[in-house]
């Protein structure tokens, strides 16, 4: 069999051992040399300190986030330095507020003193931030209006809602920032219906609107809805023409015309709805001189009927000569 050669560039153990020492020398007298400058005063450096604003949270909240630390300038012992600006064992510094919701910040040369004691053995050199911003607002509890959101359900054909729409309570409690709730005038409610072709009686549960942000909370979580549905019934009549203020000398163009109407009647209605006698009102004073056209007068026009169509709507008049 042939030789195998050995490779050149392998290093033997006696290198490696030697190339181990050099490597843990080197480390060690790093290590010594970070560990003795690191005892040396006097150092300085920009941190990130870490601060707590405190408040009466039972009578305030923060309606935006708060500053978690304010940017300072320190000098001192590298370890207390070093401890500093990795937060290590460091706690934050407590910005008391006492009525916050009547300013939007606070000065940082009001902080300063009292943050250079919090910060001993390290000194403070500078702020390097002028003012701490804070949107804390007072708590309040207000009392709206429930309202149907018409977005939140739909009619079936030629169905109405007819009367009030009724809520138990009849208002809703919320409690949060006073900035949001002072501007609130009622709270939606939200039915999630189609095609109703009934009369609704339901337990809705209550949730917070999105635009009233995170910071609002209702005190109640459900609202009894009620309101009653009709239905509105299609039909058709056959109306007697009345002609007012006509002279002798003007007639229709057309003497033998149908006028009918079509409309939609409340279906509680319908036996009084037989009851009426319907008639085309032309009145003459009311012609257009333009165009010698007279415009059908439905009469009567109870409120119970809706989408009142006459057909024709407009008759042409012959004038003799």
Known sequence: MPETKKSSKRISPKKLSNLKVVVLCIAAATTFWILNALNKDDYNTVVDFPIEFVYDQDQYVAVTELPKTVEIEISGNGWDLLRKYFNFNSDSYPVELSNPATKNHILTADLKRSLGE??????????????????????????????????????????????????????????????VLDSLKSFPILLDENRINKSINKEIELSIPKNLGD???????????????????????????????????????????????????????????????????????????????????????????????????????????
Do not use: C, W
């Not at 500078?126 to 701490?132: N, P, T």
């Not at 018409?150 to 054909?157: E, I, P």
């Not at 209605?269 to 007068?297: C, G, H, M, P």
């Open 118 to 179: 919090f910060l001993s053995p390290t000194q403070l050199n500078s702020v390097l931030q002028d003012s701490l911003k804070f949107n804390i607002d007072r708590i309040k509890t207000v009392e709206v209006m429930p309202v149907l959101d018409s977005t939140s359900f739909s009619m079936g054909k030629n169905f109405r809602v007819i009367g009030p729409v009724s809520f138990t309570p009849t208002t809703i409690a919320l409690t949060g920032p006073s900035s």
């Open 215 to 321: 910071h609002v909370s209702l005190e109640q979580q459900k609202v009894q809805v009620e309101f009653e549905v009709v239905e509105f019934l299609e039909g058709n009549k056959r109306l007697k023409i009345k002609k007012v203020n006509f002279p002798n000398a003007v007639t229709l163009q057309n003497e033998e015309v149908v006028i009918m109407i079509s409309y939609l009647v409340d279906e509680r209605k319908s036996a009084e709805l037989k009851e009426l006698e319907f008639e085309a009102v032309l009145d003459y004073y009311k012609r257009n001189k333009e165009d010698s056209t007279i415009a059908v007068q439905v009469r009567p026009m109870p409120d119970f009927l809706e989408q009142v169509v006459a057909q024709p709507a407009l008759l042409k008049l012959n004038y003799e000569q």
